[in-house]
Each structure stands twice: as structure tokens, then as C-alpha cells.
């Protein structure tokens, strides 16, 4: 056998403890894992809203304040090109005479962002039908258009608010004329869910001038994915 004196001794020691080194730094990454990829982009948003409408004014037999209708509205969403907006909404009323109205309606839209502030004006196209209140019966069917303008400012990492949603709806076939103005407020649970509450109030001109129609209240969930 080779015997290795005190100097050998000393080589081989360093030799072995260099390659041990080698050895874990080669090892350390296969330790760690697989690299996480980034998250993907967050493109779809769907929503769910519901809320009880109230009489903003008397008119006959109606007084204000009494009970209108509980509103239920679903909603989906889908942004391209990072500005751009294409929406889609389904809408029923459900009202205090055990009758309902149905609401469908698509758009698109612009988000002009300022920082934490923010502009979107959006065009759609929908339909109303059942109890409407229009034609001779009450339920005759009318498509309409209508024009929107949001203004939105982001308060922190979780509080939004739209300081005020501008809406203007016409029928095409009908005199028909609703618009409304709604604030919210809104809060981030997470990167893709959030929480909101909003208020609003609208107006209503069927041939006989423009009257205060509803006030709403209503409760929102959305979540992005």
C-alpha cells in the first residue's frame, strides 16, 4: 500500500474537500426546484350584481320611495390590445306587480388611464322585451342603443371608486328615453376577485317629459381570470 506522507495527506484532503464544493454547487438548483413562469394575463372578467329599485318620485298611484323591483344583472367581459373593451350583459327586473322585464345587451368600449385615474366611454346595442311598458299591451319588444362614460380612481391597493358611471339609452323604435347616473365603491380581495357597492339614479321620458324614475341600490362581485 502507498503511504502518503504528512504534505500528502494534506493535498488529498484539499482535493476532496474542492470537489465536495463542486459537487453542491452543481446540486444547488435541482434543490431549489423549477423556476415559477409569471402569471398569465388576466383578460376575462365575469360579474354578478343584484339590488332592490325604488320610486324616485310620485306619479299616480306610485309613491316615492316605495318598493320598485329587485334588479339581477350578469355580466362578461373580455379587454384586448390593453385598452379595449368588449362587453356583454343580461339583465332581468323583477317587479313588485309579480311581473319582469329582460334586458340583453353588447358593447364596446376605451379605458383612458391617467395614472390611478381613468376614462371609459362605451358604446352598445341591446334589447328589452316582456313587461316594458311600451306598445299597446305594455310588452312590446325595442331595441335600444346606449352611450356610457365611467370615471374611475384607484384610492390604494385595495379601495376603488367610480365617481361617477354616466349612462344615456334610447330605443330606436320607441319613445324611450332612460338615462342614469351611479357612483360605487369597490374592494380588492385579491388580484382577481373584488367586491362592490353601488348607488344610482335614473330618469324616464316616455312622451311625457323626463321624471325621476328609480333609485337603486345594489351589491356586485367580479372576478378576472
Not at 324611450?176 to 385579491?190: F, M, R
Request: net charge negative.
Amino acid at each position: 500500500m502507498w503511504r502518503l506522507g504528512k504534505g500528502g495527506c494534506a493535498l488529498v484532503a484539499a482535493l476532496l474537500s474542492t470537489m465536495g464544493t463542486g459537487f453542491a454547487t452543481d446540486l444547488a438548483p435541482i434543490a431549489l426546484g423549477p423556476v415559477k413562469s409569471p402569471a398569465g394575463a388576466t383578460n376575462w372578467t365575469v360579474g354578478l350584481e343584484a339590488g332592490p329599485e325604488y320610486h324616485a318620485t310620485t306619479r299616480g298611484s306610485v309613491e316615492a320611495g316605495s318598493y320598485a323591483d329587485t334588479s339581477i344583472k350578469g355580466s362578461i367581459g373580455y379587454s384586448f390590445d390593453s385598452n379595449w373593451l368588449l362587453n356583454g350583459a343580461v339583465q332581468v327586473d323583477l317587479k313588485s306587480n309579480a311581473t319582469q322585464q329582460y334586458y340583453v345587451e353588447a358593447g364596446l368600449g376605451y379605458k383612458f388611464a391617467f395614472g390611478d385615474f381613468s376614462l371609459t366611454p362605451q358604446a352598445a346595442l341591446g334589447d328589452t322585451w316582456d313587461a316594458t311598458g311600451l306598445g299597446a299591451d305594455g310588452d312590446a319588444n325595442a331595441l335600444y342603443y346606449a352611450l356610457y362614460l365611467s370615471a374611475d380612481v384607484k384610492l390604494d391597493s385595495h379601495w376603488s371608486w367610480t365617481i361617477v358611471n354616466a349612462r344615456w339609452r334610447d330605443a330606436f323604435d320607441y319613445q324611450w328615453q332612460t338615462p342614469k347616473l351611479s357612483t360605487g365603491l369597490s374592494y380588492a380581495l385579491s388580484d382577481s376577485a373584488k367586491l362592490a357597492i353601488n348607488a344610482g339614479y335614473s330618469w324616464k321620458n316616455t312622451g311625457d317629459g323626463y321624471y325621476g324614475d328609480k333609485v337603486n341600490l345594489s351589491a356586485a362581485f367580479k372576478y378576472a381570470f
